[in-house]
């Protein structure tokens, strides 16, 4: 078996056991369930610190409850000034376990940290488990990655890319299993077995980078594209906040809705997902955030 073969699949035993512990485990993370969305916090903050990382907490209240984004950062040796983005949101919607939205969001970011803490990299990359990204905080300002955002934007931050990591774990080769809000039907495949990236226009740049770097990287399939964030799905995550403040962000998704039958139920739970093309997924994105970070590109 090759080194690479058998990185890929540490990568996905890793994987399994995020996702386990924050939907199998924790289950429902919310503020209608405090107890398991501060658990799922704990849990995050510990991984990162076993990975190496001093995380730091951006607290606020929500709903009269205080809330806490979670951020680590590896600082560049280059240009530090300047910030590439990974965020997940690790909040659940109320009543749903959340394996695929968004605890693979969550598992991938937590393996991109232990991936590339030991890294040399041009620019700083930043690791944020966002929370409240659910409703009813969804495009409001109480949303975690606006919180976020707002305050790169008054800090006066570069952020140079941002990459939010959103329901990516089911695939399936069964035919006629991918839908698409229209016309995006016409021109991408039925059979839900990629993963996909989309960013708006004024982020194009950016997704030609991270998809050509992923595709370099792997041969997992994956679909791109560049929409209007009023296209129904687009906008539909943490990058959307990004937009608001004028940075370039891309979402990486499975497509949630579009292709998962268990998006936002009881069903969405740990046993649902495909580990091993998760795990492919994830190789593929590390990758790419490396060379994201190079600061000749």
């Known amino acids: 078996m090759s080194a690479a073969k058998n990185d890929v699949e540490r990568l996905e035993s890793r994987l399994r056991a995020h996702v386990q512990a924050l939907a199998g485990t924790i289950g429902e993370r919310s503020v209608f369930r405090p107890d398991g969305l501060e658990a799922a916090a704990r849990y995050i903050a510990r991984d990162l610190e076993a990975s190496g990382f001093q995380p730091a907490s951006q607290p606020f209240t ?14 560049g040796t280059k240009r530090p000034e300047e910030i590439v983005v990974l965020g997940a949101h690790y909040d659940s919607v109320e009543g749903c376990p959340g394996a695929n939205d968004n605890g693979s969001g969550v598992a991938a970011l937590l393996e991109l940290a232990r991936a590339l803490k030991s890294s040399a990299l ?7 488990a966002f929370v409240n990204e659910e409703p009813p905080f969804f ?29 990516i774990g089911y695939y399936t080769d069964a035919p ?18 990629f993963i996909g990236m ?94 994201l970070a190079r600061a000749d590109r």
Not at 141 to 166: D, F, H, Y
Not at 203 to 227: E, M
């Open 62 to 75: 929500a709903l009269g409850r205080e809330v806490r984004n979670i951020e680590a950062e590896l600082s």
């Open 122 to 128: 041009d620019r700083t990359v930043r690791f944020v």
């Open 139 to 167: 495009q409001g300002p109480q949303m975690g990655s606006v919180v976020s955002a707002r305050r790169s934007r008054a800090r006066g931050e570069r952020i140079v890319g941002m990459i939010s990591l959103e329901t």
């Open 176 to 193: 006629k299993t991918q839908q698409y809000p229209a016309p995006l039907g016409l021109l991408y495949p039925s059979t839900g077995n």
């Open 198 to 291: 989309v960013g708006n226009v004024r982020s194009r740049q950016l997704l030609t980078r991270v998809a050509t770097a992923f595709r370099a990287a792997t041969p997992f399939p994956i679909q791109s594209a560049v929409a209007p964030a009023s296209l129904p799905g687009v906008g539909w995550s943490d990058h959307w906040a990004y937009w608001q403040e004028g940075y370039p962000a891309i979402m990486l998704t499975d497509t949630a809705p579009y292709r998962y039958p268990h998006y936002h139920t009881v069903h969405d739970t740990p046993d649902k997902l495909q580990y091993p093309q998760f795990a492919q997924v994830v190789a593929g994105v590390i990758d790419a955030t490396r060379t």
